[in-house]
């Protein structure tokens, strides 16, 4: 059975500073892999997701993903957060022959000014 | 934004008491999914619907029923509600279903059971 680890459930960090949410999963067969972000009382949006080719993704907003099968992780990063970045950030995967998405528990990411 | 609503938004209920959820949809995917969201659990699936009469369980089904009778709408009853439902749920919807198709979230209604 596939799962999620998302080793930090808080991570505090000052405006304009780098930021890395790390992820890690378990799978015994090929995945596809997600970042969600959830603003305060909102649903959740796709920021970005990886299913093949290059193992670097990137979203709108400055975030980016890597892919790495060796590590089993998908760690997320931004090189300079902003205060509107503060949010709550859900990595997930999916089987490459599933329907389904997986969770993790989730990162809140606090970014003080 | 893809046009996902649920209802009610918000709903406080007592244990024992049966309760419905509302999600409705406008994007005419065939795919719907409800999900419970929980500090430290992140989002589990509770059942999910491939079409019209077709559903399947999810992760954490027990206690939970579900019903589509038509594509734009999915319901999520608890038959008798206990304090454990309490929760956030959240209504999902993908065009295919596929691992790569993205799902798109309702805003969550906030449930209450005392």
């Known amino acids: 059975a596939q799962s999620v680890t998302q080793l930090d459930s808080q991570v505090p960090v000052f405006e304009e500073a780098p930021v890395e949410l790390r992820c890690n999963y378990s799978s015994s067969v090929s995945v596809y892999l997600f970042w969600y972000v959830q603003y305060p009382n909102q649903g959740l949006q796709l920021l970005l997701k990886?299913?093949?080719?290059?193992?670097l993704v990137k979203s709108i907003n400055g975030f980016e993903a890597e892919f790495n099968k060796s590590q089993t992780s998908f760690h997320l990063r931004k090189p300079s957060v902003h205060i509107s970045d503060t949010a709550e950030y859900f990595c997930a995967v999916s089987e490459s022959e599933g329907n389904k998405l997986v969770f993790g528990a989730g990162t809140i990411l606090r970014v003080k000014s | 934004d893809a046009g996902i609503t649920q209802s009610p938004r918000h709903k406080v209920t007592e244990t024992g008491t049966p309760v419905t959820l509302r999600c409705h949809q406008t994007e005419n995917h065939r795919y719907m999914y409800w999900y419970r969201q929980d500090p430290g659990h992140g989002l589990r699936l509770i059942h999910y619907s491939y079409g019209v009469k077709d559903t399947d369980k999810g992760e954490v089904s027990d206690g939970y029923s579900v019903s589509r009778s038509k594509t734009e709408d999915f319901l999520l009853t608890l038959e008798s509600a206990t304090s454990s439902q309490t929760s956030v749920y959240f209504c999902?919807?993908?065009?295919?279903?596929?691992?790569?198709?993205?799902?798109?979230f309702g805003p969550g209604t906030r449930l209450t059971v005392l």
């Open positions: 990886y299913l093949s080719g290059s193992t």
């Open positions: 999902a919807i993908s065009e295919s279903g596929t691992h790569y198709n993205e799902q798109f």
